[in-house]
């Protein structure tokens, strides 16, 4: 029996997984191709945007739809996927583009001035927005799209956490601090 080289796959999509799993993953997932028997995902991409950074991730061949992919934080992404079968394999298909969610955001040491405390930090990549959260109360007191927030002086332990479509990154946790160890 003569055979030909599969089609590239088509359909491909990418989501983020992470609820409980660190490091994210990325779940690609295709539609069979014609005459493929098994198939390999791979995730190209960079890390905050930054070009020493870079990397290249595959799959195993297999005969399954989807497969998950480790991925660091910050990073932005191509997906593709190749089908083969006994004649070869085919070409990579289209690419779909993506990103994880970010890396916690390095946070600074709190400014205090009266009742009032300022929380800063530096930008995480591909972050659309930050949270500071109580600790204890698991209560949100600042939701923004800057790199403060001024909010009521509190010596309870504060998260910091980074944002976008994605997901959440893990918090900064601030702690150990109080009136007088602040400048």
């Known amino acids: 029996m003569l055979h030909t080289v599969p089609c590239p796959p088509d359909n491909i999509t990418t989501s983020i997984y992470h ?14 191709s014609h005459c493929g028997t098994e198939y390999m995902a791979t995730v190209q991409g960079g890390i905050k945007n930054n070009p020493d950074s870079l990397f ?4 195993y061949w297999t005969p399954y739809m989807e497969f998950y992919i480790p991925v660091p934080c910050s990073s932005s992404f191509n997906a593709t996927v190749v089908a083969r079968n006994g004649a070869g394999e085919s070409y990579p298909s ?11 955001p390095q946070v600074n040491v709190p400014e205090v001035s009266g009742a009032t405390m300022r929380i800063s930090w530096l930008e995480s990549v591909n972050a659309e927005k930050y949270k500071v959260l109580n600790a204890a109360a698991n209560a949100t007191l600042c939701e923004t799209t800057s790199l403060a927030c001024d909010i009521p002086f509190t010596e309870t332990d504060l998260l910091v956490i980074a944002v976008n479509p994605s997901g959440e990154s893990n918090p900064s946790i601030l702690s150990d601090y109080n009136r007088s160890s602040t400048p």
């Open 94 to 104: 289209l690419p779909v583009q993506g990103f994880t969610a970010p890396c916690s």
């Open 19 to 32: 609820a409980s799993v660190k490091p994210q993953e990325v779940k690609v997932s295709w539609a069979s």
């Open 56 to 59: 290249t991730l595959e799959s």
